[in-house]
């Protein structure tokens, strides 16, 4: 009979897990929060699982190595662990997080500048487009179509990768990651103006660049 006990306590606890999980995945980024401060570690589980691919896609775009972009975005959750006493609760979770990734981003950026031989390395790009706004796939095109496309998308992050620093993240954070001005202004710590006018630099710019291109 022992056995049959400690097997239904097994089933118990992985049914209590479960539920539990779902009752986080049910929470908004900030209850979410609130739960890990309040004493439930495993929030701080769904909160990984929730940031973890779109900050490495985010950081992947703006400094084009896979490898490094993870170990940012380890480096992101490092200091949110660390950190998230200080997180304003009235403000988005989001913002706060993409920040914090896009400041780790800029960094590892100008430390490349410093250093001569990584100026010569090829930065190689292979975004996903399942999470991104502009979609480059359709089942309905025809293979032509869709190598034409995949040839535009190749096209397109190569102009990308020749956008100066402070336009290249903004146009990411945009035209590929779909956030609204006001949240670009609360990542970079700029204001407004400031993004609309970066923007309108970074998209006159890529278009000059991109357009020799797709002639």
């Known amino acids: 009979m022992a056995p049959k006990v400690a097997k239904k306590k097994v089933i118990a606890g992985t049914g209590e897990a ?13 209850d979410v929060v609130r739960a890990f401060l309040g004493g ?13 691919t779109r900050l490495l896609n985010f950081v992947y ?13 380890q ?33 590892e950026l100008r430390n490349r500048s410093r250093n001569p031989l990584v100026l010569f390395q090829t930065i190689k790009k292979n975004w996903d487009a399942d999470h991104r706004p502009l979609e480059w796939e359709d089942t309905q095109y025809k293979p032509d179509d ?13 102009a990308v990768k020749q956008l100066p620093e402070h336009h290249r993240i903004v146009f990411v954070l945009r035209e590929l990651e779909g956030k609204t001005y006001e949240e670009i202004a609360d ?16 998209r006159n710019n890529f278009a000059q660049i991109i357009a020799p291109m797709v002639e």
């Not at 479960?18 to 980024?29: A, E, N």
């Not at 775009?61 to 975005?73: A, P, Y």
């Not at 706060?96 to 960094?107: C, F, Q």
């Not at 869709?146 to 190569?158: A, C, P, S």
């Open 18 to 30: 479960l539920g539990h999980r779902q009752m986080l995945g049910d929470l908004g980024d900030n």
């Open 40 to 52: 439930d570690q495993r929030a701080f589980g769904e909160l990984v699982r929730r940031y973890d």
């Open 61 to 73: 775009r703006t400094i084009g190595d896979r490898e490094r972009s993870q170990d940012l975005v």
């Open 75 to 107: 480096e992101t959750f490092v200091r949110v662990y660390r950190h998230i006493q200080r997180f304003d609760l009235s403000k988005k979770f989001s913002t706060w997080i993409y920040t914090i990734a896009s400041n780790l981003a800029k960094n």
């Open 146 to 158: 869709l190598f034409r496309k995949r040839h535009l998308q190749g096209k397109v992050e190569e």
């Open 187 to 202: 990542i970079t710590g700029c204001n407004l103006g400031t993004v609309k006018s970066r923007l309108n630099r970074a």
